[in-house]
Every structure is written in C-alpha cells, then in structure tokens.
C-alpha cells in the first residue's frame, strides 16, 4: 500500500454555511469526485483538490457505495464531518493496480489525533410505517442495542447505526428498563422520537473512565434542526424588533420586524425564541432583565431557536446551550481554526472584489414561448443553486442573469438551504412570472465569508423601496422603536414553514426553464 495512502481532513461549518464543494459521480470517471471548491469555503481551505476522490466518511469505507448513500451520509453529519480523500491521479493509479483502498492507513488528521467521541442525539420523525430499526439485548451487556438499521431508512438518515446503545427516549434514561417497557415508550411517543445513543468504543471510553453519559455531554451534529446566531449592530432606529413574554411562561420571543431594520438584516424571524444574548443563557431571567442585557451596548448577537428547533429541544429535554458549546468548542480542526483567526489569509485566497460593489442582483422577467431562457443546477445533498446556460436574448438574459450566478431567493423565499425539487416548484408556483435575487459566486463567497445575511436590503435604499412600494407607504404609518421593547399584548402563535431538503435519491439536477 506504499504510496497510496489518503489523507484525512476534518471539515466544520457555521450555520448557513455549507462544506463548500459538490460531490459527484461522472460519467466515464471512477468514484465520488470532489467538484466545484468555492474559494475560502471549509473544503478549499483543509485542503481538498477538485478531482479528489472521497474514500471514507467518518470512517466508514464508501468508494463502492452508491453516491446517493454517501450524500446521505455526508448531510447527516451535521456541521462537522471527516474526510478521507486520495488525489485525483493516485487514485486513478491505485485502481489501475486493482489495490483495496479499503486497507489504506492514513495519517491522522490534518497532524491532529482523533478526538474522543461523544454520545450522540437523534431526532427520528416518522413519515412511514416504521423507523427502519429494531432493538436487541444481549445476554451479559447492559442495556438495548440497534439492529437491523435499514440504509436510507429514518433511523439511519438520523444517525443511528448497528449496535448502538440506547441511554435516552425523549429524555428519559432507559437504561434500567426492560424491553417491553422501552418499546412501549417507542409505540406511546407517536410521530417524534429523540434518541440519545452512544456507540461501542465511545462507551467503553466512558465506562473505563467511570462517567455516566448524559445529554450534556451528546454531540448535536446529526440533529437536523439548529439554533442560529444573529449578530446585529443597532441602527438609529434602534435593532427593529419587538420581544415579547407569553404569558404563564418565562420564555421571550422575537416579534414586529421592521422591514430594513438591523434585526431583519441579521435573519430573525418571526416567532423566534430568545435562548442567549452574547452567549449567556437568558434561562430563569425575568423579561425585564432580557431587555435590559439586549439594550446595553451597540452590537448584540443573539442566540435563537424557531419553532421546529425548540420542539425538537424540548421533546428530548435538550437545552439550545448545547449547540452554543459545540459551536464554540476549542478542538476545532486546524483549518477551521485558522481561517477564523486569520482573515487576511482567507481573503488573499479570494477573488479581488471591490467592496463597493459587494451586492446581489434582482432579476424580474417574464416568460417567453421557449421558456425562461436558462438551467437551474444543483447537486443533491449539498446546498445551492446555480445558473447555467443563460440563453442570450432570452428572459434571463434580458433580466441580468448569468452563468454561474448562485440563487438566494425565489419569487421572495430564501432557497439557499432547499433542494433543488423545491426551488423548482417555487418557480412553477409563480406562472409566468419570476423574481430571483442572485448573486456572483465571487460576490456570494465573499459576503458569506464576512458573516453578511444577502438579502434585497443589500441592494440599496431606492432599489429596496422601488419593491417593496406597498409596504414602505404603509410602513410610514408606523411607529419606530429605539430598543427591543417588552410588550404585554400577545399575538396568536403563528405556525411557520420552514424550507427542509428533498429526501429524493436523484444524484444531480440540470432543470430547464
């Protein structure tokens, strides 16, 4: 195996942020090919090469899996996943040699040892039948274990794999319970489970250390709902939102967004619950005390959860602070680590963009007989759209599209983190009529690099106004806040939905319009 060994890289993202690359199969090329690196991303910067071929994922050997698995796999990681790739021509070198890669050592990653593993969470919901899973005991070991897995089945997409051991239903610890008793809580659950689960050699290293397991110590990378951080600087109208206390309950929720406001620009939404202000926990405080931290000092960045988020958390007894810590955990890989600290060296890797000019495009057309006038292409399991094929003269082109542009909103909606399915049935949804905001690849890596939300506030004060005419002249109307603002009024709880990825098995898309 000399000379053929692999090299491990560890990619972590931020939220709204994807691993930065597309992962192919192509014609006529062996393996899943590493494709499309977006200059700065996670991927470009640990040091993955366009036409690497992915060997592994989280250790498991995946060069003879189908690509549809090894997408699923790499979107259940979560935001951190590990790597092993071979470059383009050892690879294709190994393979003309028949040499079984599945041997191959590799060096640790990026000359950093393996980190000790944490038990896991799980959030399974039920679309069919059944969960794809079975549990077991096993004479002489504490406790039940997962069998019969199915791949691709809602269990495995989740996360759980084949002799996991089961500590948590939805919070509860099960480990001294029998199995009828477990399976009962299963049946009783209804449609929502979460699992806390660890796996073999994560819970030897534990049992040899003495410690019990707990939630607290479970790593939140396979749960499919997130927390996120809005970080704004307050305006002279102050951030522009309102925070609100249910009544009976000591929980604070984000209202009233003022269209341009600070608090918009950031990504709060509507219904959105207060978890922390600057990283400290707001639990048990009273609503006064919010709005006192919230109002000192110019910059804030609050720390939320949607209505999906604080369902998901609360069912399995989860506080949101767990993300908090594993977002801020110190063990991140060296790649991650240095481009946080080292701007200037992330930005040299960029293209050279005048800031000035650092904005989207919105693009209005109407359809002609022979379309759109353009594709609409994406990689299943891996975030983002993108314009090619932009027919000259036709609707896009007239309306200013162009190859390669990255798509951020459809007809108003934000489809940075939809499946290329959905995307499509926006843009069907709307007729014969389509609005996209689209941005430069450059434009787009840059601005995301920066922590900047792209939204239509970034193309200026009289393009904004010129779409949103109805709103601005009512808006005039209302009054203007300095500060986030307690409020005893309570608005009924809207439900909100939320934009979740295809769970087709399609490989790639190329959509005509």
């Excluded at 992915?54 to 990681?77: F, K, P, Q, T």
């Excluded at 680590?337 to 701007?343: D, Q």
């Excluded at 109805?470 to 608005?491: C, D, F, G, I, L």
Aim: proline share 4%; hydrophobic share 35%.
């Amino acid at each position: 195996m000399a000379g053929y060994k692999p090299k491990v890289i560890s990619l972590t993202k931020r939220p709204g942020q994807t691993f930065g690359f597309y992962l192919r199969v192509e014609h006529g090329e062996q393996g899943h090919l590493i494709r499309c690196l977006e200059m700065g991303g996670p991927a470009e910067l640990a040091g993955m090469k366009d036409g690497d071929r992915i060997l592994r994922v989280n250790g498991v050997y995946v060069d003879g899996l189908a690509h549809s698995e090894v997408v699923d796999m790499v979107r259940n990681s979560g935001a951190t996943v590990t790597f092993h790739v071979m470059e383009e021509a050892t690879y294709k070198k190994a393979k003309e040699k028949g040499v079984n890669m599945s041997n191959a050592s590799a060096p640790v990653a990026n000359g950093v040892s393996k980190q000790t593993e944490k038990p896991k969470l799980c959030y399974l919901v039920k679309t069919s039948l059944n969960y794809g899973l079975s549990l077991r005991t096993v004479k002489g070991n504490k406790g039940l274990f997962m069998t019969e897995v199915a791949p691709g089945g809602i269990a495995h997409n989740a996360g759980v794999r084949l002799n996991d051991r089961l500590l948590e239903v939805n919070g509860e610890n099960v480990e001294g319970m029998t199995h009828d008793e477990v399976v009962g809580k299963i049946k009783a659950a209804g449609k929502c489970l979460m699992f806390l689960l660890v796996d073999e050699e994560t819970d030897k290293h534990f049992q040899s250390k003495h410690m019990k397991i707990g939630a607290w110590l479970a790593t939140t990378r396979y749960l499919p709902h997130k927390p996120r951080k809005a970080t704004m600087t307050r305006g002279p109208d102050g951030y522009g939102f309102l925070l609100k206390r249910e009544p009976n309950q000591n929980e604070h929720f984000i209202r009233d967004i003022d269209r341009g406001s600070p608090a918009e620009a950031a990504g709060l939404k509507d219904m959105d619950r207060l978890v922390a202000v600057d990283g400290k926990d707001i639990e048990g405080f009273s609503h006064e005390q919010v709005v006192d931290i919230v109002r000192k000092g110019g910059k804030k960045c609050l720390f939320v959860v949607d209505k999906e988020t604080d369902q998901m958390c609360k069912l399995g007894k989860v506080s949101p602070m767990l993300f908090w810590e594993e977002m801020h955990d110190t063990n991140l890989p060296p790649s991650y680590t240095e481009a946080i600290k080292s701007p200037a060296t992330v930005q040299a890797s960029l293209p050279v963009e005048d800031t000035r000019v650092l904005k989207p495009k919105l693009c209005r057309m109407e359809r002609e007989p022979e379309g759109f006038g353009f594709h609409l292409n994406g990689i299943h399991g891996v975030f983002g759209q993108y314009i090619q094929e932009v027919v000259k003269g036709g609707a896009a082109d007239k309306a200013g599209l162009e190859d390669d542009d990255i798509v951020v909103e459809v007809n108003g909606v934000n489809v940075e983190e939809s499946s290329h399915d959905e995307v499509v049935a926006l843009i069907h949804r709307g007729g014969s009529s389509l609005e996209m905001l689209v941005a430069k690849r450059s434009v787009y890596n840059q601005l995301k690099a920066n922590g900047v939300s792209i939204t239509r506030l970034l193309l200026g004060e009289t393009s904004y106004a010129q779409v949103h005419k109805a709103y601005t002249a009512e808006a005039s109307k209302e009054e203007r806040h300095e500060e986030a603002r307690p409020e005893t009024p309570v608005e009924p709880v809207r439900d909100r939905t939320s934009s979740t990825s295809s769970k087709t098995s399609r490989e790639s898309f190329d959509e005509r319009f």
